[in-house]
C-alpha cells in the first residue's frame, strides 16, 4: 500500500455512475414492483451502499476508510430520456470522508455493486440486461484538488 501518514487529513468527496440497460418490459416489472425478489431499487441502493464500505476488502491494496458519507440513487430511464435509446436505471453514487487518501474506489464500487444487484434480482427475466458507464464523474479534496468529467 503506498504509506499515506505524512499527508494531511481533508475532506474529500468522489461522484461515480453507472447504467444498466434492460429491456422496456424489465424496467416496468421494476418500476411497478412486482420483481420476484422484491423491491429492487432498495435494495440495489443498500447494496451499493454496503460494497462501499468495504471496498478495500475487495481491491488489493485500497486503503480502508471512516466513511462520512455514502449514498446511492437510482433512477428508471425510460424510452426516448438517452439519446442512444436505451432503457434502464442509472446509478449515481457520492462519498465522502475525512482522510488522507481519496474515496474514488469506494465510489465506483458502489455504482458497480448497484448494478450488480438490479441485474442479480431480475436475472429470471432478462439475461440480456447490459452494465456499463461505471466511472468516475467528481472528486475533491486531497492535493490533487477537484477534477471533473468532461463530455
Not at 487529513?9 to 455512475?17: S, V
Not at 421494476?30 to 451502499?49: P, Q, T, Y
Not at 431480475?122 to 468529467?149: F, P, Q
Request: glycine share 10%; hydrophobic share 40%; charged share 25%.
Amino acid at each position: 500500500m503506498v504509506d499515506v501518514g505524512a499527508k494531511d487529513d481533508t475532506q474529500r468527496k468522489a461522484t461515480a455512475e453507472g447504467f444498466i440497460s434492460m429491456a422496456p418490459s424489465t424496467l416496468a416489472l421494476i418500476v411497478e414492483g412486482r420483481a420476484a425478489k422484491g423491491d429492487v431499487l432498495a435494495a440495489a441502493r443498500i447494496a451499493g451502499i454496503m460494497a462501499s464500505k468495504q471496498t478495500s476488502a475487495l481491491i488489493p491494496l485500497c486503503h480502508p476508510l471512516n466513511i462520512t458519507r455514502s449514498s446511492v440513487e437510482l433512477t428508471p430511464v425510460h424510452e426516448g430520456e438517452r439519446a442512444d435509446g436505451r432503457v434502464g436505471i442509472h446509478v449515481e453514487a457520492i462519498l465522502g470522508v475525512t482522510g488522507k487518501t481519496g474515496i474514488e474506489m469506494e465510489a465506483l464500487t458502489a455504482a458497480a455493486v448497484a448494478c450488480l444487484t438490479v441485474y442479480d434480482m431480475c436475472k429470471a427475466v432478462d439475461r440480456g440486461m447490459e452494465i456499463g458507464e461505471v466511472r468516475l464523474l467528481h472528486k475533491s479534496g486531497g492535493k490533487s484538488g477537484t477534477w471533473e468529467r468532461t463530455e
